[in-house]
Each structure stands twice: as structure tokens, then as C-alpha cells.
């Protein structure tokens, strides 16, 4: 949801998206370890640095080349990841953590289900259905959705189209980071993790539809489902292979994604 949030309002695709995961993974860790804050809990200061720093990479490094060709802003985000990887393994080393937390498990017939994982469909219902609400509901919501129509039209009629901008990339990278801060609470992961999240990120946004966030929790499912059936009759490591010749076939048949992105 926040590559697809950016993407549909500036037409910027955020390569430090994978990164900023991996951050949202430590960000649980260290609330975890170091003040023993439910990881749920710890999600509320997790947004909020996830919001603030998302804004801060939109004022450093993006905001400059925003009417610039595509790929300024490309190496501009993708200069961003190195920075945030490199400093990530000076301090942190490239092995991995684990958030010792667990919740219980629930039984479904022969199928065990983890609590986390339960847990953590369910904040990301809750998220998408926030995300509705903010965009459609709302000021800054309706605002953003201005800018992302039309950002010459929204600032003749008075929106602040640079607040709003910085806005909309700091939400989306506070998807990121509490995306990352609830897949720790089940998987190992290290400052390198968030790479094949963020490959995931795009085929997810392509079959949902980019530009339209609410159009990535339906593309995440599509895929959920696929990652579950293809190891049941095939090697597993069959599963990228099928999952990126969808991607391709998606983008030939049918750029705008299944459900189209909404304008």
C-alpha cells in the first residue's frame, strides 16, 4: 500500500521501500528488547518515526527532482536504500535478529495457525480500511487525492501541494515500516531482509492496480494465495519464477493492474 500510495500520487517509485521495512523490523526489535513494549504497542511509535522520516527523505532527497524525468527519481530513492543499507550494516551487522514474542496458536482442522501471523492479517485489515477512510473521509485525505489527479488544478484552488506531497510519501513509508515491524514478530530478518519484501511490493502493486493502495491489500491476497497452492504441486522454488511471470504477463495484458488504479 505505501509503494502504491507514492507511486499513485507523485509517480515516484520509492527504492528505498525495502530498507525502510527493514527498519520497521529493527524498530520492533530494540522497542521489544529494550523496554519490553508489546510489539503491538510498539507499532504506535514505529508509525510515527516510520511518518517523520518518510517526510524527511521527501524534503532531502526527493522533493528537488519531483518534476524531474522518472529516473532522477529513481537514482534519487535508490541512493537513499544504499544510504540506509550501508549505515544499517555498519551498525547492525548483516546477521540475523529475532523478536522472541510469540501469541499463541489456533488450530483449524489439521492446519495450525500462529497467533502473530492472525494478528498481523488483521492489523493489516485494519490499516487498509484506516487508509480508506483518511483518503476519502477526510481533508488531507481529499487533498491528496486533488494532487494526485490533477496537482496543477489542486494548487490553483489553494492546496498546498508540497505539504500535501511530503505527506503522502510520509504515509506511505510508514506503511512500509509498520509492515516490517509486523512480519518480525514471525520471520528472522536482518538489514538486507526487506529486498524481497519490496520485490513483492511490485507485483503486488501491478495486480492491484498502481496508484491505488486500497487495490494492494486485494493484489497481496492474490499473491498469499498463490505463495500457499504452487508448493503443493511443484518445488518452492518454483514460486518466484511463477510469481514474476504473472508480473509480466500483467503488465502486457493489462498495465493498469486487475482492479485499475483509481483516480
Known amino acids: 500500500m505505501g509503494m502504491t500510495l507514492i507511486w499513485g500520487v507523485m509517480n515516484v517509485i520509492n527504492l528505498s521501500h525495502g530498507p525502510i521495512i ?34 524527511l527523505i521527501y524534503v532531502v532527497a526527493v522533493h528537488r527532482v519531483i518534476n524531474a524525468p522518472h529516473l532522477s527519481s529513481l537514482l534519487a530513492t535508490f541512493s537513499v536504500n544504499m544510504i ?3 549505515l544499517g550494516t555498519a551498525a547492525l551487522t548483516t546477521s540475523p535478529y529475532n523478536v522472541d514474542f510469540a501469541a499463541g496458536s489456533f488450530k483449524l482442522g489439521s492446519v495450525t495457525l500462529l497467533g502473530t501471523r492472525l ?5 493489516a485489515m485494519l490499516f487498509t480500511g484506516g487508509l480508506y477512510l483518511f483518503l476519502y473521509r477526510t481533508r488531507p485525505g481529499k487533498y491528496i487525492r486533488a494532487v494526485a489527479n490533477n496537482r496543477a488544478a489542486a ?7 508540497t505539504r500535501i506531497l511530503a505527506l ?27 529486498a524481497s ?30 505463495e500457499g497452492i ?21 503488465l502486457l495484458v493489462r498495465p493498469s493492474g486487475l482492479f485499475g488504479a483509481k483516480r
Open 22 to 55: 527493514a527498519l520497521g523490523m529493527f524498530g520492533t526489535f530494540f522497542i521489544f528488547t529494550r523496554t519490553g513494549l508489546n510489539p503491538y504497542v510498539g507499532l504506535i511509535p514505529v508509525a510515527i518515526l516510520g511518518l517523520l522520516l518518510g517526510v
Open 84 to 86: 540506509i543499507i550501508g
Open 119 to 123: 494478528i498481523a492479517a488483521l492489523v
Open 155 to 161: 494548487e490553483l484552488m489553494g492546496i498546498p501541494s
Open 168 to 194: 503522502s510519501f510520509g504515509l506511505g513509508t510508514m506503511l512500509a515500516a509498520v509492515s516490517g515491524a509486523l512480519i518480525a514478530t514471525f520471520f528472522p530478518f536482518s538489514i538486507l531482509a526487506g
Open 197 to 226: 519484501y519490496e520485490l513483492k511490493s511490485f507485483v503486488i502493486g501491478v495486480l492491484g492496480g498502481l496508484g491505488n493502495p486500497i487495490g494492494a491489500l486485494f493484489g497481496g491476497l492474490v499473491l498469499g494465495i498463490l
Open 230 to 250: 504452487i508448493p503443493a504441486f511443484m518445488e518452492s522454488s518454483w514460486v518466484p519464477v511463477i510469481e514474476f511471470g504473472l508480473f509480466v504477463v500483467i
